[in-house]
Nanobody, 127 residues
Framework: QVQLVESGGGLVQPGESLRLSCAAS?????????IGWFRQAPGKEREGVSC????????YYADSVKGRFTISRDNAKNTVYLQMNSLKPEDTAVYYC???????????????????WGQGTQVTVAS
């Protein structure tokens, strides 16, 4: 059974950092075709933050997080991370990790392409 469990969220001040973790079970990270982080703020649609194409290792970042967030993967631990630096109030959201298991997509980091989701972890950036 595929399961994704996020952790690492919390309340931080602007400019601070957090590292989110997504522990996977029931499958091997390097087998599935894509894995990524998404977020949803109150009243807004879920959006792709950063995603990895497991086939070729290419990575997508949303423009709003480029230069501040870094996605990484530890295959030995079957875990994906999202290092978030220089956090801003507009980064406040519930963050989810997800995998795309069909091996085909039009948009690597579009939420509708992903079929397995974690439960989410809250990130709040406020002074």
């Amino acid at each position: 059974q595929v399961q994704l469990v996020e952790s690492g969220g919390g309340l931080v001040q602007p400019g601070e950092s957090l590292r989110l973790s997504c522990a996977a079970s029931g499958f091997t990270l390097d087998y599935y075709y894509a894995i990524g982080w998404f977020r949803q703020a109150p009243g807004k649609e879920r959006e792709g933050v950063s995603c990895i194409n497991s086939r070729d290792g290419s990575i997508y970042y949303a423009d709003s997080v480029k230069g501040r967030f870094t996605i990484s993967r530890d295959n030995a631990k079957n875990t994906v991370y999202l290092q978030m630096n220089s956090l801003k109030p507009e980064d406040t959201a519930v963050y989810y990790c997800a995998t795309e298991s069909q091996g085909r997509w039009n948009d690597l980091c579009a939420p509708y392409e992903y079929d397995y989701w974690g439960q989410g972890t809250q990130v709040t950036v406020a002074s």
